[in-house]
């Protein structure tokens, strides 16, 4: 199995990234934020708790979204691997999908990170935010806070892979296809 975790700032590409990537190599999807509104959406007993939280302006703990992660893991036994997109954001989060990982008989191959400079993420977002409907995406302010949230809360996660010698920064900078053969260059040596 070839388990990744797909990292990288608001507006570096993922998604678009983990779209072609689980089509070439077979894999699962899992972003985070789709869980997050399939479980609110179909009103499960986990999205009710994420709603609650939600509601009051908080972010779920950690424990909710690692069950949410588990549940999905699970639902698809005969995966060939994940794409792990927006998970883990904490370190916490990183060693519970280890140790879950593990408790399967498998791990976390690699974290690849899409690395674009912040002034090209901003416009990327600003121009995202014209045709997207996200008002998160069409205020500059908002979209300089969320590249800085990021850098603030993640970092840790860079030092976590780095440290278990599976952190691999790619430039998530160029075309779709350009990107996708330099991500594919990972995932093929993996």
Do not use: C, W
């Not at 869980?35 to 959406?41: N, T």
């Amino acid at each position: 199995m070839k388990n990744i975790v797909l990292f990288g700032p608001p507006g570096a590409g993922k998604g678009t990234q983990a779209e072609v990537l689980k089509e070439k190599y077979q894999l699962v999807h899992i972003s985070t934020g789709d869980l997050y509104r399939y479980h609110k959406k179909n009103n499960t007993e986990l999205g009710k708790l994420a709603a609650s939280y939600a509601d009051k302006g908080l972010l779920a703990p950690d424990d909710l979204t690692n069950n949410m992660l588990k549940e999905e893991v699970l639902r698809n036994p005969d995966a060939n691997g994940f794409i792990f997109d927006g998970y883990p954001r904490t370190e916490n989060q990183a060693e519970f999908l280890d140790d879950f990982l593990t408790s399967i008989g498998d791990d976390v191959n690699a974290m690849v990170a899409l690395e674009v400079e912040d002034e090209i993420l901003v416009q990327r977002l600003l121009e995202r935010g014209k045709t997207s409907g996200r008002p998160d995406d069409a205020n500059e302010e908002v979209v300089r806070d969320r590249i800085k949230v990021y850098y603030d809360e993640t970092s840790i996660l860079k030092d976590y892979y780095q440290k278990q010698d599976k952190y691999h920064g790619v430039d998530g900078v160029g075309s779709i296809e350009e990107i996708t053969e330099r991500l594919s260059t990972v995932f093929d040596s993996l």
